[in-house]
């Protein structure tokens, strides 16, 4: 008997298209199959709009099956605004990066959190822009070297990592903040559950959540798929501590 037919089998969730072009390793094919799980979970294939901006991002429905909407730079929050207040029954989910989200687009973010908009936002952290190159983003750690950042981010010239959760924290109306990450099966599976709430949380009519994800970027990190999970693990949580800023 081979030894293929000893593992089980398990089925593809059918919002998930299957397998992506991201590069090897990368955190987006996960997140984008744990996605498609929720979805047919909660059986809200029909009622979802996705709304991804650019960057990586900007591929995720090219392996999701649910309707969407490509946005301009950053500009997903206001986007999901417009769709959920016209069309409330829908379940409304921006799907950005930290280049897009915390850079091009942080002023969207932070007055569609600060409204309280009934939409859901997942926010993937890796660090740099990745598209584009690898320069550096606002959540660049300190010393990181990127391709604008060749000798690594300095703190005099170039800022602090921008902290989302924390900044949003802040804020009166965001009902669930919460950081999670990829880096092992265990973390795969709290990342899972807290998309899951962020969403219950929009069926519920509860108010505008969001989930930041650290992930990876191998390529333009320079790293084997371990290697640059093992930085998100040991180096990242260090200036992205993960856990829950806001559930209430």
């Known amino acids: 008997m081979r030894v293929s037919a000893l ?7 059918q919002t998930y298209l299957g397998r992506t072009h991201y590069c090897p390793g990368c955190g987006h094919s996960t997140l984008h199959k744990i996605l498609g799980e ?11 709009i996705l709304i ?3 960057g990586c991002s900007v591929i995720a429905l090219s392996y999701l099956k649910v309707d969407g909407i490509q946005g301009p730079h950053g500009r997903a929050p206001a986007i999901a605004t417009a ?25 969207e973010i932070i007055h569609a959190a600060n409204r309280g ?36 981010r300095v703190a ?3 800022g602090y990592p921008l902290r989302v959760c924390e900044l949003l924290n802040t804020l009166d109306a965001p009902v669930y903040l919460e950081r999670v990450s990829l880096f092992d099966l265990e973390h795969i599976s ?9 969403l219950i949380n929009q069926i519920e009519k509860r108010g505008f959540s969001l989930v930041e994800v650290l992930s990876n970027c191998p390529t333009n990190w320079k790293m084997s798929p371990k290697q640059s999970w093992n930085f998100v693990k040991q180096e990242m949580t260090k200036v992205f501590p993960l856990g829950v800023f806001r559930d209430k």
Do not use: H, W
């Open 7 to 13: 593992i089980p089998k398990y089925p593809e969730p």
């Open 38 to 48: 929720i979805i047919d979970e909660l059986g809200i294939r029909k009622k979802v």
């Open 52 to 54: 991804e901006p650019i």
């Open 83 to 107: 769709v959920k207040r016209l069309r409330p029954e829908n379940i409304v989910i921006t799907y950005q990066g930290d280049g897009d989200l915390a850079a091009i687009g942080t002023n």
């Open 117 to 152: 908009e009934m939409f859901t936002t997942i926010f993937v952290n890796n660090a740099v822009y990745g598209m584009t190159g690898g320069q550096m983003a606002p959540t660049t750690l300190l010393g990181q070297k990127s391709t604008t950042t060749p000798g690594g």
């Open 156 to 158: 005099e010239y170039c």
């Open 190 to 198: 709290r990342t899972k559950a807290a998309i899951k709430k962020a």
